[in-house]
């Protein structure tokens, strides 16, 4: 029963996590269309810039950890501004082909820099913030994980919801042209949403760093595991990221637990082509409203 | 020439380089009028309106000859960002909302000219004007009737407080009574609010009515211009377009039904 908790709040976290993480990928492709490859070398670079932040530089946690989101929401930015938007109404397939070439480029600089070692954060978390759930112990990372999830997730609701540039932003995914005749600013929105996708991956390369070491291969792999969660929860379904995230992380922390590690690796990806086979619109696609 | 706002000098239009659909527009509109643009299916109008919006770039169309003025400045082929930020706010064809936004937050991407501006009173004044929205202000758009999508959609544009207004279509596809009151609604905008309106239409008659000029537009040319009494006093015009006269109906008949099956595809 113990095992059974732990391996529950284990897949939790980290699926929630995913879900964060294929939160941005899915706000990438609402608004433009874009399938950016590149997104797990966005989350290993977080992970690194904080790394870089806190060992190198010697700067206190909290203060890195928010220059580092400040920094990845940047470079999110720029590279809408200066890769993506020159290809803006070019065929879909180059634009592909560019974010592909993106996260080569990305990897072979933090290789660069960092080598493809494992590297570990010093002990950032009090001892203290461990949670003691009947005869378990949480861990302050998870619990460290599921609060900044929650507040992340709180934010961009309340962000998405009410303010007026997130209600610009979801109209941009609605209809574009509708949103062009009212003078929406489309190229900012795209902009916007690659940085803020940018600022959610950066987040979770840190919160991942914390819990599984860093590593450019293996943090740069989960990029690849955005695709079986946005699938089952649909490509254009920001909830159903989240859930479908939730449900990929306890997939593979039971698969790990009780059957084998190496194939925890591979039951996302069996998920996904059997999701493809079933409800190729994932489980929360949205379904088109037929009126009109 | 102070009072004209916006002027068409002889424009040419192309899509994708090689389709020319206008072939020398021109066209005058004056400060606080409303002009009617009629003509049948495919001769032009949308892509009139487009050309004045800026819409036409997305579209990969191009205005390649001519100009277009507004307020002393040349206009012709600028960014739609630009252009709605002068004051010139399209109302599209076959209504367009944003079905997963609420009603008040369709209305609210209105303001996008207008970012970090108060909106609260530009709000008051859309549900001033349509009243039957207030009651689905919460509710998606797109599980709107058409005739509050057509309010809808009208007060999204409203919200920006356009100096022009292009309305394309907008009785398209709805009962008499509601075309009545969106025509008494466009009337009442142009007077109150001082906007100046462009009005694309196929019902040529409710058009007219409430126009002060009119202009009528076959194959991407201008073919015929006036007052609108005089237009709507013109045989011609009343057996095309009005629909009086015994081939006029016929014809009339004929265009609304393939009319019809070309906007599903839209
Ligand atoms: N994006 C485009 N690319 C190529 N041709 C186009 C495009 N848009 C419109 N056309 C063509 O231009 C012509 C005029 O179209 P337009 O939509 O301006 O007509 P309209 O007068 O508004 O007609 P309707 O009353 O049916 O709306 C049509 O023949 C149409 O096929
Ligand atoms: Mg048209």
């Not at chain 1, 995913?18 to 492709?29: E, K, N, P, Q, R």
């Not at chain 2, 007077?191 to 309106?197: L, R």
């Not at chain 2, 537009?217 to 005089?230: F, H, L, P, S």
Request: glycine residues 10%; positive net charge; charged residues 15%.
């Amino acid at each position: 029963m113990d095992f059974f908790l732990q391996l529950l709040i284990n897949g939790l976290c980290l699926g929630f996590l995913y879900g964060l993480s294929a939160m941005g990928f899915v706000m990438i492709f609402k608004s433009s269309s874009v399938l950016n490859f590149a997104h797990g070398e966005l989350i290993a670079l977080g992970a690194f810039l904080f790394l870089a932040l806190v060992t190198w530089a010697g700067i206190p946690i909290p203060i890195s950890f928010l220059l580092t989101l400040a920094v990845c929401f940047c470079f999110g930015f720029i590279v809408e501004r200066f890769f993506l938007r020159p290809l803006i109404g070019e065929p879909l397939i180059f634009v592909i082909m560019l974010t592909v070439g993106l996260a080569s480029m990305f990897k072979g600089l933090m290789l660069l820099i960092w080598g493809g070692n494992l590297h570990t954060y010093p002990d950032i978390l009090p001892a203290s913030l461990a949670i003691q759930l009947g005869p378990v112990t949480i861990p302050p990372v998870y619990i460290a994980s599921l609060v900044i999830g929650l507040i992340f997730l709180s934010l961009f609701g309340l962000f998405f919801k009410y303010s007026s540039q997130g209600i610009y932003m979801r109209s941009v995914a609605d209809n574009q042209r509708a949103a062009l005749s009212l003078g929406v600013h489309v190229k900012r929105v795209f902009a916007l949403s690659w940085a803020i996708a940018s600022l959610v991956a950066g987040m979770s390369g840190i919160v991942l760093g914390i819990i599984n070491g860093i590593n450019v291969h293996n943090l740069s792999g989960i990029g690849l595991k955005v695709f079986p969660v946005v699938i089952l929860g649909g490509l254009d379904s920001i909830g159903g990221a989240i859930i479908g995230g939730l449900i990929i992380g306890l997939l593979e922390s039971f698969t790990g637990g009780y059957i084998s590690t190496s194939l925890s690796e591979v039951v996302p990806f069996i998920v996904l082509v059997f999701i493809l086979l079933i409800k190729p619109y994932g489980l929360f696609g949205l379904v088109e409203i037929e009126r009109v | 020439m102070e009072k004209t706002l916006l002027q068409l000098n002889n424009i040419s239009v192309v899509y994708s380089d090689v389709i020319q659909v206008l072939k020398g527009v021109s066209l005058a509109v004056e400060k606080n009028h409303i002009v009617s643009l009629i003509g049948s299916n495919g001769a032009g109008k949308t892509t009139t309106l487009k050309a004045i919006s800026g819409l036409l770039k997305p579209e990969n169309g191009k205005v390649t000859d001519g100009t277009i003025i507004y307020e002393a400045r040349t206009v012709q082929n600028q960014s739609p960002e630009t252009i709605t930020r002068l004051g010139i706010i399209q109302v599209l064809e076959g209504r367009q909302p944003f079905k997963y936004l609420t009603i008040e937050e369709n209305l609210r991407v209105g303001t996008a000219t207008k970012w970090g501006e108060p909106y609260k009173k530009d709000l008051d004044i859309v549900y001033h004007y349509f009243p039957a929205l207030i009651p689905r202000r919460k509710s998606l758009a797109g599980y709107c009737s058409g005739g509050e999508l057509q309010m809808l959609v009208m007060g999204r544009a409203l919200m920006a407080h356009p100096k022009l207004l292009l309305l394309d279509e907008p009785s398209l596809g709805l009962a008499p009574l509601v075309v009545k009151e969106i025509f008494r609604i466009i009337k009442r905008i142009n007077e109150e609010q001082g906007s100046t309106i462009i009005l694309v239409e196929q019902n040529a008659r409710m058009a007219l009515q409430i126009a002060h000029y009119g202009y009528v537009m076959e194959n991407g040319k201008i073919v015929m211009e006036g007052r609108a009494t005089e237009l709507a006093a013109n045989p011609d015009i009343k057996e095309f377009y009005l629909g009086m006269g015994v081939s006029g109906d016929m014809k009339s008949y004929k265009d609304v039904k393939s009319y019809k099956r070309r906007k599903r595809w839209l």
